[in-house]
């Protein structure tokens, strides 16, 4: 993991913290998008929302999640995302499938970035490829936070397509919004270049609940979403996600998530080179303050002093 970041709850706006000297500003991408309908040209589909985002931000991290995939097509620019998996470079002509989750942002300045912004539920994928006249097939691939899209001409046709309907001064009818919608998800699915994809796509199809809340959580750990919002990122409630976590874990969520960070902290303090600072940061912990108090009580010692040994 290169960068991690604290997310807060679901906000309509940015909210800011400051966390050793630096303020970042949290908030859920979707929301943050589909309230600014005055702001940012936009179509809808049910959950499903395409925008063109013509990105204006000051700050050189942004740190954001969402509860819904998003594909991102990059017009013009350059940013960086950063996941538990590993950073993913985006510039111009990067087309990539971002599964539902959290992530840090890096932004650079020296030119805009615009790019087209495809959100898709799990469950709109689902009953899109549970119509298909053909099935879909496990391709055998891991897949990433952030997944490549194959460029072949279709997708290509597709983007241009849909730039012609935001360069127009009207609304497409919503039957058409809905095809073309529906478009896409086929178009990546019928390429079996897009191995990851397919595999994800199958997991949601065929794969049990119990994987989806597993792998949830092993992206997210280390990112201080609220419990509220694992459970929105695992399509539960909140009581069915507490019940399926026990199952799952023979834990509760809040000693299982403590146990994870903490020990993701002493592995970043005693293997990666990390101050005590970036390691509580890079953990998930509000502060540095929690974070020594919650190492201590757990192994004993200070954070402070196991990166002293490891510099010794």
Known sequence: ?????????????????????QSFFLYNLYTHIATSPNRLRQFTCGESLLTIFNCGLKNKYEDLWSHHN??????????????????????????????????????????????????????????????????????????????AIDKNAAVQAFFQSMMAYFNASGEPDQSLLELKFRELILTMADNPMNGEILSYFCSLLKGPQNVSLQRVMEDNFCFNLKLEEFARLSSRSLSAFKRDFLRLYHTSPGKWLMEKRLNHALHLLSNMGKTVSEAAFESGFESASHFSRAFRQRFGTSPASVKLQTTT
């Not at 970041?5 to 940015?14: F, K, N």
């Not at 942002?105 to 689902?126: H, K, M, S």
Request: with cysteine; glycine share 6%.
């Open 1 to 21: 993991m290169i960068f991690q970041t604290v997310v807060l709850a679901d906000q309509m706006s940015p909210v800011s913290i400051t966390f050793a000297g």
């Open 70 to 147: 998003y594909i991102i097509y990059v017009v013009e620019g350059r940013k960086i995302w950063h996941t538990s998996h590993g950073s993913y470079d985006l510039r111009e002509g990067s087309c990539v499938f971002v599964r539902k989750g959290a992530c840090i942002v890096e932004q650079f300045f020296d030119t805009e970035f615009c790019f087209l912004l495809f959100f898709v539920p799990d469950e709109f994928i689902c009953e899109v490829l549970k119509r298909k006249s053909t099935p879909i097939h496990q391709s055998g691939k891991e897949y990433d936070a952030v997944i």
